[in-house]
């Protein structure tokens, strides 16, 4: 069935350098959602892409969705260390006439002030 | 607050036991579901629903049931707790499944002894 793999899987950086984490699925995907986790904290959801090739903008945040919509990055410039959290991203996949999200197994990042 | 509600926050059972862990949305949402989250292993699906009275399995159904009366309501079940279940689930909602970012509850952290 559909994975969807995220890499890498830890991420340790001082504060003001810049992080990426990337997501590749196996299928094409009508859409890719990504989410944040603070540690002990809950999944929050950031932003949804939808376009081939679309690339949006939350402040200090950078997502792009694959031209092939089969893999996404999310870029955060100059981080701080309240960017500290797990980052997910998540896609539909159909199964059984209906479809459910599945999420990456996530970079947890952390930042050293 | 609108949102995603759970119910307990924690929780510790020994093997064997039975409990429901609440899950209600004050959203109108049709879609409404469970994960339970592991060290290393990201969010897996247990249990979804689409609507009152439709229910359908996830990824790791085993051991979990769940029923949907209501719109607002999807208790998951845990029949006879055994240790592998030691986990945090979270309930999850969306206007509609995989198309629509998930709100999520707080979650509830269970230990199974």
């Known amino acids: 069935g559909q994975q969807v793999m995220q890499i890498p899987q830890y991420q340790h950086v001082q504060e003001g350098e810049d992080f990426t984490t990337y997501c590749n699925s196996s299928t094409t995907l009508s859409n890719i959602q990504w989410y944040k986790q603070r540690p002990g904290g809950h999944p929050v959801f950031l932003i949804q892409?939808?376009?081939?090739?679309e690339v949006k903008k939350q402040k200090r945040l950078t997502f792009q969705f694959g031209e092939a919509k089969k893999n996404s990055s999310l870029h955060i410039t100059a981080t701080q260390t309240t960017d500290v959290g797990t980052y997910f991203c998540?896609?539909?996949?159909?199964?059984?006439?209906?479809?459910?999200?599945?999420f990456g197994k996530g970079t947890k990042l952390t930042v050293n002030p | 607050n609108a949102g995603v509600t759970q119910t307990p926050k924690f929780q510790v059972l020994k093997t064997g036991q039975s409990m429901t862990l609440q899950c209600a949305q004050d959203?109108?949402?049709?879609?409404m579901s469970w994960y339970r989250q592991d060290p290393g292993m990201g969010l897996r699906l247990i249990h979804y629903s689409v609507g009152a009275g439709i229910t359908d399995q996830g990824e790791v159904p085993n051991g979990y049931n769940v029923s949907r009366s209501t719109t607002e309501d999807f208790p998951l079940r845990l029949l006879s707790a055994a240790p592998s279940q030691t986990s945090v689930y979270f309930c999850?909602?969306?206007?509609?499944?995989?198309?629509?970012?998930?709100?999520f509850g707080s979650g509830t952290r269970l230990t199974v002894v």
């Open positions: 999850a909602s969306s206007y509609l499944q995989g198309n629509y970012g998930y709100t």
């Open positions: 959203m109108n949402h049709e879609y």
């Open positions: 998540a896609g539909p996949r159909t199964q059984g006439g209906s479809e459910k999200l599945v």
């Open positions: 892409l939808v376009k081939s090739g």
